[in-house]
């Protein structure tokens, strides 16, 4: 039995933690907080483009390391923990690994070496209202050489430069990519929950665009980018959420209410300990989830959505009880909880709300009960 | 990252299996569980022939030292045995709690002599051993407790009660902790001693439990004389020695206890649901099968870390007290839902019409004490907050009071 990381990419987590410290302090998170023109931090944008994370997991014939994704997932963890402000998940979860898997050689060339280099940024539009974006509700129509439509919300829409964009074509949907410095694109920065990560409307007049994998494929297609998203987004998520633990334990210990630490209290311990129970579920599930990214095995789908649940539950609960432990001051601007508190709910409704995948669950466990 | 076993891991495993098939029937495709078909008495010595069997195809004791007539193994090897064993209606549960819990603290803490004469008996199965901490006053505090021993000459005398006793009515040894002096502090007042079941003054009473059955004993000790000699890790040190017997406790324990989310939603598919489908196919149910899911399988995969780490030669730590809190409030929540989807009908315990035969309310029941049995929820999340977050200790009241001062409630 292995089921762990191996002693390389430890290494490769504790250093993308230190550096992580420093290159995206609370203070550098809190420049994009504190202001509405800002998208992200570009600085440290860069810095990442640096150290080549961004093609971590592409393929070196495509201008990325050539690692694995069991290298991608502890940097997304070292991510989440920092809440780095920055579009790397739309970038590399979605938008890379949506290329890397439907994409033709020619469009592999033309974006990823790029796009390991910082200078392409990805985002995912396909959201335009409330609910699952479906072939029955979506209005944006490609026409097989352009887009029409708006989406909303679309997660680092300001910022990027080109967009996977959800269309109906045909008689189904299709994913197109748009070069967003094109004709026809317009984007709008829009207020969200969290401000630490930019969104906005984007719209499309008569944009050009071009398909990515099969025609009239859209759908099923992204829910196979959003499998391998989602285990991504786990360790982000999981990364988060100890995060939020640390910060809870360590306030429990130094805080003292009727003459005592707050942390001997059972009513405190008990709400971290559940803190803690919900995280090494979490932490399981998306261990088994990178397991299944990582060797291409067919229990993806099924591991992908016990990750994202479990990550889900784990972040919310955790980022909603730090508050709490700390009282009065967790509901000021000025401690950290907050920042928490608002990613949560970001990651956990992007690609999909965790009640949608509960369904997707329940269908991909029967699928495999059929077989 | 992967699941397989080292070349030495894989070849004790396929020893295992070769031998359990041998020996004992798997559960897969029962019908009626081993226990349940025989009588009391002829479970008990198949019980006893098996765990002969064991021994002598050397699977018994596998992590002691070979000089105890262990394997001197590693733990890993233990958790291997038992996932094959698992899988098979082997009757081992008369042998858990004296092969994990009590012999371990006996060679930890015997004479050569006493080693000589008790461990090699366990461990063939001709004797079974129990465990008597808990009594009605001091559970999840057993430190409080007040059945006390009596220096007289070479011996001391015994009197008090302990309570959920897991079969003392066929145990032939047990180990029982008592306080011995009542003027130190609570902690410091205890010691260990081992005692023959058989010797006089000893009552062994079933309990009934809220379930109806009875699992567990209460034992009243009335002038029972036991030897200084079998006093372990000497007089006060009671407490220390307890230490090493629950230590060993977290590794005993594990595995499903009832029906889980796969058992329900098969189950789900035949009854009726709320649209004029099937229950398997109502929204609200899905939703909660996904979060059953999770947790099952989260825990089974945390098993799996644990696992990695034994096979690295690393000692798990207390993050194993996750398993029980999960498990326990997990079945409990399982059948609570399935007794309640069925509305009126779900009260029904008649085996003559509850689906699967009343499996589901009698799980329910049995839940309730499983989040009680071998440390409470509360207890366990205690230990996660301390021992593995580090957060300060309660305040503690009976620390530097002599223990017959200390308030007690009634």
């Not at chain 1, 109906?168 to 967003?180: A, E, N, R």
């Not at chain 1, 956990?348 to 029967?366: H, M, N, T």
């Not at chain 2, 189950?267 to 229950?279: E, I, N, R, S, V």
Request: glycine share 10%; net charge negative; proline share 4%.
């Amino acid at each position: 039995m292995n089921f762990d990381f191996s002693d390389d990419q430890k290494y490769l987590k504790e250093q993308a933690r230190k550096f992580l410290s420093e290159q995206s302090s609370m203070a550098v998170v809190r420049t994009v907080l504190n202001d509405e023109q800002k998208s992200h931090d570009a600085g440290l944008w860069k810095a990442i483009a640096d150290m080549g994370w961004l093609g971590a997991a592409i393929p070196e014939e495509f201008g990325g390391l050539g690692l694995g994704e069991l290298e991608l997932c502890v940097l997304a963890e070292e991510m989440g923990r920092s809440l780095a402000p920055v579009p790397w998940a739309s970038t590399v979860y979605f938008f890379a690994e949506a290329i890397k898997i439907a994409g033709t050689d020619a469009q592999k060339t033309a974006i990823l070496p790029k796009l390991a280099e910082g200078g392409v940024i990805g985002c995912v539009a396909a959201s335009e209202g409330p609910g699952e974006p479906r072939a029955t509700n979506l209005k944006t129509v490609f026409d097989g050489t352009s887009v029409t439509g708006m989406k909303v919300p679309v997660t680092d829409g300001d910022c990027a430069t080109h967009a996977l964009v959800l269309a109906k074509h045909q008689d189904g949907t299709s994913l197109v990519i748009v070069d967003l410095s094109g004709a026809g694109v317009e984007a709008k920065a829009i207020k969200t929950f969290d401000p630490t990560r930019s969104h906005a409307t984007l719209t499309f007049t008569k944009a050009p665009a071009q398909l990515l994998g099969e025609a009239g494929d859209g759908e099923a297609l992204l829910h196979r980018v959003y499998d391998r998203a989602a285990v991504l987004l786990a360790f982000e998520q999981i990364g988060g959420s100890q995060a939020c633990l640390d910060m809870a334990t360590d306030y429990a210990k130094g805080r003292y209410a009727f003459s005592r630490q707050i942390g001997s209290f059972q009513a405190i311990k008990h709400k971290l300990a559940d803190m803690y129970v919900a995280l090494e579920i979490a932490r399981s599930n998306a261990f088994y989830g990178a397991w299944a990214l990582s060797s291409d095995a067919p229990e993806l789908p099924l591991a992908a959505a016990a990750a994202r649940i479990a990550a889900c539950d784990a972040y919310y609960l955790a980022s909603k009880e730090n508050i709490q432990t700390h009282g009065g001051m967790g509901f000021t601007w000025d401690v950290d909880c907050h920042l928490y508190y608002r990613r949560a709910k970001l990651l956990a409704v992007q690609a999909g709300a965790p009640s949608l995948w509960k369904e997707k669950l329940v269908r991909r466990l029967e699928m495999r009960n059929a077989a | 990252m992967d699941f397989n076993d080292t070349p030495e891991e894989a070849a004790f495993r396929q020893r295992a299996q070769a031998f359990l098939a041998a020996q004992v029937e798997p559960r897969a495709g029962q019908t009626e569980s081993l226990q349940k078909r025989l009588s009391d008495k002829e479970y008990m010595l198949a019980a006893k022939a098996y765990q002969k069997a064991k021994a002598e195809n050397g699977f018994a004791g596998i992590t002691w030292p070979k000089e105890q007539g262990g394997l001197g193994l590693a733990p890993i090897f233990s958790v291997i045995f038992g996932q094959e064993e698992g899988k098979f209606d082997a009757p081992a549960g008369p042998f858990t709690i004296g092969l994990g819990m009590c012999v371990p603290t006996v060679i930890a803490f015997a004479t050569d002599a006493q080693k000589e004469r008790h461990v090699g008996p366990a461990l063939r199965g001709e004797e079974i051993w129990c465990q008597l901490f808990s009594e009605p006053s001091a559970g999840s505090d057993v430190a409080g407790l007040k059945t006390k021993a009596v220096r007289d000459g070479d011996d001391w005398v015994i009197n008090g009660q302990k309570v959920w006793t897991s079969g003392a009515h066929y145990s032939d040894w047990g180990i029982v902790l008592v306080r011995t002096n009542a003027d130190k502090a609570k902690h410091k007042g205890l010691s260990m001693f081992f005692i023959d079941m058989k010797s006089p003054g000893i009552e062994v009473r079933p309990i009934h439990q809220m379930s109806g059955g009875s699992n567990f004993n209460e034992v009243y000790f009335t002038d029972v004389r036991v030897p200084n000699s079998q006093m372990l890790g000497g007089e006060g040190n009671g407490w220390s020695v307890a230490l090493v017997t629950l230590m060993n406790e977290r590794l005993a324990v594990g595995g499903s206890p009832g029906p889980d989310y796969k058992e329900i939603f098969e189950w789900a598919k035949t009854m009726p649901g709320q649209d004029g489908g099937t229950l398997a196919e109502d929204q609200s149910f899905r939703q909660k099968v996904a979060d059953w899911f999770v947790r099952a399988e989260g825990y089974k995969l945390a098993k799996f870390r644990t696992m990695t780490a034994l096979s690295k030669g690393q000692t798990p730590g207390p993050e194993s007290s996750i398993g029980k809190i999960i498990t326990a409030n997990q079945l409990q929540d399982i059948t609570h839902n399935a007794m309640e989807s069925m509305d009126h009908f779900g009260i029904i315990t008649d085996a003559a019409y509850a689906p699967s035969e009343g499996v589901f309310q009698q799980s329910h029941m049995w839940a309730a004490g499983l989040r009680i049995a071998g440390g409470t929820d509360e207890i366990l999340k205690n230990i996660i907050a301390e021992r593995i977050l580090g957060l300060p200790g309660d305040v503690r009241v009976d620390k530097d009071v002599a223990f017959k001062d200390l308030p007690s409630g009634r």
